[in-house]
């Protein structure tokens, strides 16, 4: 039988993919790697071993693989995620993308590459690897480390630049223009789709997820997960838009879900097998001889991401008001790039606008930055403690000042903070409604019309339309206007109130304006008429109770929906959240550790353990099931699947992970060392002169001092089953017993322990 050529592929890819990553995972480096040496020896470039047949097939497996890590970052992103890291994160962010992408552009002009190749250059060097920092982290037990959320939170700012990225470069590749205006309208679409996405996948998704809940399996739930995935793809590609751009914002809308964890679950053996396919024809893509060729291009770009990456994440961090300490080690952490340069590079060249050479030279630079990642990171405090020798103490003064400082230098004033609020929500909603307007337009209008043609359809099309926008168009209007914000100034100065009257007003005329569009482009009237129905269309729904409260229940059904993982978080979480971050802005962190069924610490009371003497930390809460424990006294005992909150400094922390650490592992070892003891079933002969003889079960001790179990006694032609303690011992008597074998040949002694 002829196996099909993609299938054959399949296998070459596979096993070179598993014995290079077995290689890689005992050399402790990470995956990627091995998935790209795989991806070499499986292409064209190796000529003894077996090679992939139909490249353009596994090229195809490779983009599912794309969609998938989107997917997937998509579902560990996350809107209120994205508030939390606040200013450090964007101010970090911001700081090494601008610098990098502008040191990447200069790089690739004095390479003497065009416009368009020093574009993707600058983009693939700019993003460090998500995958790879996590991982580095989670290997060397940094993940409580305060300078980690820095790290992350500059993550997730770059992964939706990166995601931006991909929109903004494919539309440039294929107009090949740099024309302002078609760069705004592209953007304005972008943004139109994103707003438009998020807010009605917010406003649905869990909802129907909710109402379904109960009849979904695993099974159902990955189905119904990857099939919403592919479906947003879709309509992102039939809109002009990347399907990696569909894939992410369907991992962002699941993720405000409370289901977001169990899909990240279910979806991450489904990404792994295709993300690794990605990897694999990244790596097929090498050519050798062309590496060799550029081998100087390699050292220059790696030195670039390595110190241009290292620089501006210091100084990024610095600028955002941390400690001099946190930016060091976020900068050192960041020192290379990964999967967003290879799709970026893989998008370049399928877009024929970037220098094939240009693809196996940013694979190597990622390979050796990957490689070097865990030992820059090590590096991190050994630079600290030497620039803090090196640098003047005046110096150091003054970034002490600038870091304590930072959260005064944040403090806005009232009228700020209320137009920040209110042309936050005006956005929101405006983008909304433009969203449903074209897609009404486009899509719903020319329905209805061909059911009911003419003047009747685009009556009916206009007045739907209209009742849709309806709660839209009146929180533009009238959202904040009753806020206390917006009373205490208009109390506190009269002179106030005309500015704000004047932004209601503003408001009003925008909500006119997005009336009057649908109701010119559908009557085709008298313009007198068309404003005196605008007008009147406003005022109706300006003084509507029922539009108000649909307003207000359409807002509070999006809120409760975009909180629910949250509030489900918090539910769960061993200590409220603002008591973290209270902890955090005085270097002191939290961590759980879960008791497990074999620790040593099972049974030990918390002044047994002397977790302050030995870790300086001090335990705060103990989770028990449904109870919590807090402040727990010495006198407490720890049992399995106890979780136990503490709190510490960032070393300290560390030293109390270790030791519980090794504590375990020495427990576990000594466990090892132990002759394991089976439980049989045995059985022996009472002999005459025996001692048991003329006892009973109860006064032979067989179960309190030999640790076994009578199970039966055949006596003559009588079977006694489970006798009871009282049952005497007779010469002659075959006993069965369940326990350990040495203790039963004692036993048919005559003896006991």
């Given at each position: ?27 402790r ?9 795989a ?14 047949r ?12 794309v969609i998938?890590l ?7 992103f996350?809107?209120?995620?994205l ?12 700081t ?17 590459l ?8 600058g983009?693939?060097?700019?993003m ?5 920092i ?8 940094l993940?409580?480390?305060?300078f ?18 991909l ?7 294929v107009?090949?223009?740099?024309e ?17 996405c998020f ?33 947003l ?15 992410f ?8 879900t ?13 990404k792994?097998l295709?993300?690794?396919?990605f990897?694999?024809s990244?790596?097929m893509?090498?050519?050798l ?16 991401v ?7 994440g210091?100084?990024?961090v ?17 020192t ?5 340069a ?5 998008l ?20 050796v930055t990957?490689?070097?990642t ?11 403690a030497?620039?803090?020798r090196?640098?003047p ?11 304590s ?17 209110v042309?936050?929500f ?21 329905l ?8 009747n ?7 739907a ?32 109130r ?6 209601i ?13 649908p109701?010119?482009m ?75 069924p074999d ?27 449904g ?6 006294g010495g ?30 592992n ?5 466990r090892r ?15 005459e002169?025996s001692?048991?003889?003329g ?10 001092k030999s640790?076994?179990?009578v ?6 032609d ?24 040495e ?11």
């Amino acid at each position: 039988m002829h196996l099909p050529a993609l299938i054959v592929d399949l296998v070459v890819i596979l096993i070179a993919a598993g014995l290079t990553t077995l290689l890689f995972k005992w050399l402790r480096q990470p995956l990627v790697l091995g998935y790209l040496l795989a991806g070499v020896l499986a292409g064209p470039a190796v000529k003894v071993l077996p090679t992939v047949r139909e490249v353009s097939s596994i090229d195809t497996w490779g983009e599912i693989g794309v969609i998938f890590l989107l997917f997937n970052l998509g579902l560990d992103f996350s809107v209120k995620k994205l508030m939390k890291v606040g200013g450090t994160a964007t101010v970090g962010a911001a700081t090494v993308l601008i610098g990098m992408m502008f040191v990447g552009y200069m790089v690739g002009s004095a390479l003497g590459l065009d416009r368009m190749n020093c574009i993707f250059l600058g983009a693939m060097l700019s993003m460090s690897s998500t995958t790879i920092i996590f991982k580095a982290f989670d290997e060397m037990g940094l993940r409580s480390r305060q300078f980690t959320g820095v790290v992350f939170g500059i993550l997730i700012v770059e992964d939706i630049f990166a995601v931006l990225m991909l929109v903004l470069l494919s539309t440039l590749a294929v107009s090949r223009s740099f024309e302002g205006e078609e760069l705004l309208m592209n953007i304005g679409r972008l943004v139109l789709f994103l707003v438009g996405c998020f807010v009605f996948g917010i406003y649905f998704i869990p909802t129907i997820l909710r109402a379904i809940r109960k009849y979904l399996t695993d099974e159902m739930l990955l189905i119904v997960s990857i099939g919403l995935c592919f479906g947003l793809v879709y309509i992102a590609n039939a809109m002009g838009f990347s399907s990696a751009l569909g894939a992410f914002m369907m991992g962002a809308i699941l993720a405000e879900t409370v289901e977001a964890e169990h899909i990240e679950g279910l979806v991450k053996p489904v990404k792994d097998l295709f993300g690794s396919i990605f990897f694999v024809s990244v790596g097929m893509l090498i050519d050798l001889e062309v590496l060799w060729e550029y081998k100087w291009y390699v050292a220059i770009l790696t030195a670039v991401v390595m110190v241009g990456q290292l620089l501006f994440g210091t100084c990024g961090v610095l600028l955002s008001g941390r400690p001099l300490k946190t930016a060091i080690q976020s900068g050192f952490s960041l020192t290379q790039i990964g999967e967003f340069a290879f799709i970026l590079a893989s998008l370049g060249i399928a877009l024929k606008v970037m220098q094939p050479y240009m693809y196996p030279v940013i694979v190597a630079v990622s390979v050796v930055t990957t490689f070097f990642t865990p030992y820059m990171i090590r590096l991190a405090d050994p630079a600290y403690a030497r620039l803090e020798r090196g640098l003047p103490a005046s110096w150091i003064r003054f970034l002490d000042r600038y870091s304590s400082g930072s959260n005064t230098i944040r403090q806005q004033s009232e009228w700020r903070q209320f137009l920040r609020a209110v042309s936050r929500f005006v956005g929101v909603y405006l983008a909304v409604t433009l969203v449903l307007l074209f897609v009404w337009l486009q899509f719903a209008v020319p329905l209805i019309c061909r059911l009911l043609p003419g003047l009747n359809g685009r009556l009916v099309s206009l007045v739907a339309l209209l009742l849709l926008m309806a709660p839209l168009l009146r929180a533009i209007m009238m959202k904040k206007n009753r806020s206390e914000a917006f009373q205490r100034l208009w109390s506190d100065n009269k002179y106030n109130r005309g500015p704000l009257v004047s932004l209601i007003a503003l408001r009003i005329v925008l909500a006119l304006a997005l009336v009057q569009v649908p109701t010119a482009m559908l009557l085709h009237i008298n313009p007198l008429w068309e404003a005196a129905i605008t007008v009147s269309v406003v005022l109706v729904i300006l003084f509507s109770k029922g539009v108000q409260a649909r307003s207000i229940l359409i807002e509070q059904h999006f809120v409760s929906n975009l909180s629910a993982r949250e509030a489900e978080k918090d539910r769960r979480a061993p200590v409220r959240r603002d008591f973290a971050n209270h902890l955090l802005e005085r270097d002191l962190h939290l961590t759980d550790i879960e008791i497990r069924p074999d620790s040593p610490s099972v049974g030990l009371t918390l002044k047994e353990l002397d977790f302050r003497r030995k870790c300086n930390v001090n335990v705060v809460t103990i989770i028990r099931g449904g109870r919590r424990i807090n402040i727990p006294g010495g006198e407490e005992r720890l049992y399995p699947s106890d979780k136990v909150v503490v709190v510490g400094s960032d070393a300290d922390i560390q030293r109390f992970l270790q030791y519980v650490t090794d504590r375990y592992n020495k427990a576990a070892e000594a466990r090892r060392k132990q002759k394991r003891k089976e439980m049989n079933i045995e059985q022996f002969i009472v002999v005459e002169g025996s001692r048991l003889v003329g006892r009973s079960i109860r006064e032979s001790g067989i179960r309190d001092k030999s640790q076994c179990l009578v199970i039966g006694i055949e006596r003559g032609d009588t079977s006694l089953k489970n006798p009871p303690p009282s049952t005497v011992f007779e010469p002659g008597d075959i006993v069965w017993i369940v326990g350990e074998h040495e203790k039963a040949i004692q036993l048919s002694e005559g003896k006991t322990l």
